[in-house]
């Protein structure tokens, strides 16, 4: 009996990729518009209780009431609680036009929305975080921990030779992939630990390592062996970056920064652009990783290197920062402050059964 395969016509298998390729994006293209449907819908539904509190004065307990029907109306569906119900509220009154400046809050899931609300107070802030949301496909938790690590001031911090070794447009997109300092407190070392301490634990918990360096990097590996003029050199962690088409040396020291170390890094770029690149590939970059470093003198350090190289602190354990939500509500407090509109913003002469009935 013949292969099946031999039996098909020519070109079949093209076409069947090209259709499981059309039904995988409508697919994706049917998520997205239940999502944005989902929004548009809680927005909606927390205009019109606003709109109710200030135009009839309804009482503090008609969400819990409007939530009690709801939920018996459509006993199979989710997202109708009091507690969802207040977050509709206040979705609406912060974000009247259900947009985070820019960027529409419907290309994001419900709860990014709650999170960004209720822990990011600046408005210019929550858009840029909803941003990079929206382009890195964060889940919620990782949201929820940029926020909490205060990204938005580390991301593009690092000390870096990029504006004249590589030039606009370039030094800048390369710039933003680098963070100053990098938090590896999930590797549970403590601040004694030695450069090959660090570099084991950071391979161990790639996953988490990945998530702190941002997207696009891919791991390549570690102690990568290369070869000069007959010698043997090994760099701590070698990665590519995806978007910007170019490998990352990764070198790590368990010290204070010191200006040599800047010199045996472009060592290493150029072995790497001479012997690992292809022709197709942009120029190797390095980042160099300390303890601590004097901006001044890594800038210095940078100022002769002909290589593109960036110099950043990491924290091996770290207090937490204070939390962006510092002035923010909880939903304790939401509840508690929409009860005291919705009792206080009742209109002179509303109607016994409007306020009565629900509060």
Request: net charge negative.
């Amino acid at each position: 009996m013949g292969n099946r395969r031999d039996l098909l016509p020519d070109g079949y298998l093209d076409w069947l990729r090209e259709i499981s390729q059309r039904i995988q994006r409508a697919r994706q293209r049917a998520v997205l518009a239940a999502n944005s449907e989902q929004i548009r819908l809680y927005h909606d539904i927390g205009r019109e209780i606003l709109d109710r509190q200030q135009r009839h004065g309804w009482g503090a307990k008609v969400v819990d009431r409007l939530a009690a029907d709801l939920r018996s109306a459509f006993p199979d569906a989710k997202g109708f609680s009091s507690r969802n119900l207040k977050y509709m509220l206040y979705f609406a009154q912060h974000c009247p036009e259900a947009r985070f400046g820019q960027q529409s809050a419907a290309q994001l899931p419900w709860f990014h929305v709650v999170t960004l609300l209720t822990k990011v107070g600046e408005a210019s802030l929550r858009e840029w975080y909803a941003a990079q949301a929206v382009r890195e496909s964060w889940s919620r938790s990782v949201l929820d921990r940029q926020i909490e690590s205060r990204l938005h001031l580390r991301q593009g911090a690092a000390v870096t030779n990029f504006a004249r070794n590589l030039g606009e447009p370039d030094a800048g997109l390369t710039a933003q992939i680098l963070k100053d300092p990098y938090h590896f407190d999930f590797l549970g070392l403590g601040d004694e630990a030695h450069e090959r301490d660090i570099e084991n634990a950071l391979v161990r918990h790639i996953t988490r390592f990945l998530l702190e360096l941002g997207a696009g990097f891919a791991f390549v590996g570690r102690q990568y062996r290369i070869e000069v003029g007959g010698e043997e050199f090994f760099l701590d962690l070698l990665f590519y970056h995806t978007r910007l088409k170019r490998y990352v040396v990764i070198e790590i020291k368990a010290a204070d920064f010191q200006p040599e170390h800047a010199g045996k890094l472009n060592f290493y770029l150029n072995a790497v652009d001479a012997s690992v690149k292809a022709p197709d590939d942009h120029a190797t970059i390095g980042l160099l990783l300390c303890r601590r470093r004097n901006r001044l003198v890594a800038e210095y350090a940078l100022g002769g290197i002909e290589r593109p190289i960036g110099v950043a602190e990491y924290e091996l354990t770290r207090a937490l920062p204070d939390p962006l939500d510092v002035n923010l509500p909880s939903i304790e407090q939401i509840e508690a402050e929409l009860a005291r509109q919705l009792e206080g913003e009742a209109q002179p002469g509303a109607s016994g059964g409007d306020s009565g009935a629900t509060s």
